[in-house]
Antibody
Framework: QVQLVESGGGVVQPGTSLRLSCVAS????????IHWVRQAPGKGLEWVAL????????YYADSVKGRFTVSRDKSKNTVYLQMNSLRSEDTAVYSC?????????WGQGTQVTVSS | QSALTQPASVSGSPGQSITISCSGT?????????VTWYQHHPGKAPKLMIY???NRPSGVSDRFSGSKSGNTASLTISGLQADDEADYYC??????????FGTGTKVTVL
């Protein structure tokens, strides 16, 4: 069955970096774009980034552009979200989701807390 | 990239119909058919309910339907049931090749 499992979250200080992973299984990984979405405490869903099925294109929300980088490794069926210069407002549960124009499978998410 | 505008809450009695609006601009909702709707129970993964404005994925009840007029998309839930109580989000593709979610709507079944 289709599964997306995120990991790499944790508690970090402002200005530091963190790399999240999204391991995919149960489908042809190289055929699907992958989104990153986050939800801050008490807030709604916020779209963060998208990487195309072959990794040739990346797109970012203005709130993370220049600080976050999305990449993928087809040999490991994994998508990464490299997060640099983290801010308190980046505190959220980060989830990955399969698909481009619509996301039919989602992971459960990993918590990122940015606090001094 | 301002969030699409949804009502904060909508409520209805069992069996009734409710409609959630999702207001965007001519750069997102009004420009593309790529509007999706997600049901989100807190602590669980979001569930795709509608894609491409008005298409239902396999397994989603036909009580859920989507539409769009101009810059506003809508999700209608007919025959409201207790387990429809959840948060609902719209999402649209934009002319910047990015995506944007709605502000979210909490549906309460009275």
């Amino acid at each position: 069955q289709v599964q997306l499992v995120e990991s790499g979250g944790g508690v970090v200080q402002p200005g530091t970096s963190l790399r999240l992973s999204c391991v995919a299984s149960g489908f042809s990984f190289s055929s699907y774009a992958i989104h990153w979405v986050r939800q801050a405490p008490g807030k709604g869903l916020e779209w963060v980034a998208l990487i195309s099925y072959d990794g040739s294109n990346e797109y970012y929300a203005d709130s993370v552009k220049g600080r976050f980088t999305v990449s993928r490794d087809k040999s490991k069926n994994t998508v990464y979200l490299q997060m640099n210069s983290l801010r308190s407002e980046d505190t959220a549960v980060y989830s990955c989701a399969r698909g481009g124009t619509y996301s039919d499978y989602w992971g459960q998410g990993t918590q990122v807390t940015v606090s001094s | 990239q301002s969030a699409l505008t949804q009502p904060a809450s909508v409520s209805g009695s069992p069996g009734q119909s409710i409609t959630i609006s999702c207001s965007g601009t001519s750069s997102d909702v009004g420009a593309y058919k790529y509007v999706t709707w997600y049901q989100h129970h807190p602590g669980k993964a979001p569930k795709l309910m509608i894609y491409d404005v008005n298409n239902r994925p396999s397994g989603v009840s036909d009580r859920f339907s989507g539409s769009k007029s101009g810059n506003t998309a809508s999700l209608t839930i007919s025959g409201l049931q207790a387990d429809d109580e959840a948060d609902y989000y719209c999402r649209s593709y934009t002319n910047s090749s990015t995506y944007v979610f709605g502000t979210g709507t909490k549906v309460t079944v009275l």
